[in-house]
């Protein structure tokens, strides 16, 4: 027996019924986490902010230092120079 091409795309697609009434307010969560991935996570990013926090302090305190430096650096040029005359 020949069936034609719409007998054959009907038997592919899976019939569907109608969810009861009380199916619909039982919704299942998609996705399940539990209290470590909360944990790991909150830990992540405590650690980024933090590790970003110590970054910036230890950025500071160079910028600080090397400032020191070169106004250090300037007055003693700017004092050697009024000592000496290159005439």
């Known amino acids: 027996m020949m ?18 009434l009380g199916a619909l307010r039982q919704k299942q969560k998609a996705q399940v986490k539990s209290k ?8 992540a990013t405590a650690s980024v902010v933090l590790g970003q926090m110590y970054v910036g302090s230890g950025y500071r305190q160079m910028s ?5 430096i ?8 700017e004092q050697s120079y009024q000592r000496e005359r290159f005439y």
């Open 36 to 43: 470590f991935y909360y944990i790991f996570w909150g830990i």
């Open 64 to 68: 600080r230092s090397f400032n020191r």
């Open 3 to 20: 069936m034609s091409n719409m007998e054959q795309i009907n038997l592919n697609i899976p019939s569907t019924t109608k969810p009861e």
């Open 70 to 77: 070169m106004d250090t650096v300037v007055l003693e040029l």
